[in-house]
């Protein structure tokens, strides 16, 4: 684990608010000189406490107006090795998160479609055909009012 002090708890804090702030603008907010803010998110970088930096499209502006989880539980695990599921899953590109669980269901995935039609194309063609899949339980989003925030 890597120590973490204050001021690194700030930068961290901005960056997962604004991850496209330069390290002189977030220095000058948090009292460091650029190069010193510099330095300190190069080190959080490599210890992997920042494991990168995104941007967050909203799907429904961009046609995907529907978002479905999915539990899925393997018909045999013995004969499908999770690795194999998991290589097949995350190649869908509807395929928006894998989350292995423990539970009900072996795992958890989040499959954005333009709508419900084409979400039971998906479903069919490529989620149904994947190897091992058994059971299958479909939820359908109706809204999210938080999205995941800072820790």
């Given at each position: 684990?890597?120590?973490?002090?204050?001021?690194?708890?700030?930068?961290?804090?901005?960056?997962?608010?604004?991850?496209?702030?330069?390290?002189?603008?977030?220095?000058?907010?948090?009292?460091?000189?650029?190069?010193a803010?510099?330095?300190?998110?190069?080190?959080?970088?490599q210890?992997?406490?920042?494991?990168?930096?995104?941007?967050?499209?909203?799907?429904?502006r961009?046609?995907?107006?529907?978002?479905?989880?999915?539990?899925?539980?393997?018909?045999?695990?013995?004969?499908?090795?999770?690795?194999?599921?998991?290589?097949?899953?995350?190649?869908?590109?509807?395929?928006?998160?894998?989350?292995?669980?423990?539970?009900?269901?072996?795992?958890?995935?989040?499959?954005?479609?333009?709508?419900?039609?084409?979400?039971?194309?998906?479903?069919?063609?490529?989620?149904?055909?994947?190897?091992?899949?058994?059971?299958?339980?479909?939820?359908?989003?109706?809204?999210?009012?938080?999205?995941?925030?800072?820790?």
């Open positions: 684990m890597t120590d973490i002090d204050d001021t690194d708890r700030a930068i961290l804090r901005a960056l997962q608010l604004d991850a496209s702030q330069s390290a002189g603008a977030l220095g000058r907010a948090l009292g460091l000189s650029q190069p803010c510099w330095r300190r998110i190069r080190r959080l970088e210890a992997g406490v920042i494991a990168g930096r995104r941007v967050v499209l909203d799907a429904t961009l046609g995907f107006g529907v978002t479905v989880f999915l539990g899925v539980k393997l018909a045999a695990k013995g004969r499908v090795s999770l690795t194999d599921f998991e290589r097949a899953v995350t190649a869908i590109p509807e395929v928006q998160t894998v989350e292995h669980i423990l539970g009900l269901y072996d795992y958890r995935l989040r499959v954005v479609a333009r709508d419900i039609a084409d979400f039971e194309r998906v479903l069919r063609r490529r989620i149904m055909t994947l190897p091992g899949v058994g059971a299958v339980e479909a939820n359908v989003l109706l809204s999210e009012e938080r999205r995941p925030g800072p820790l």
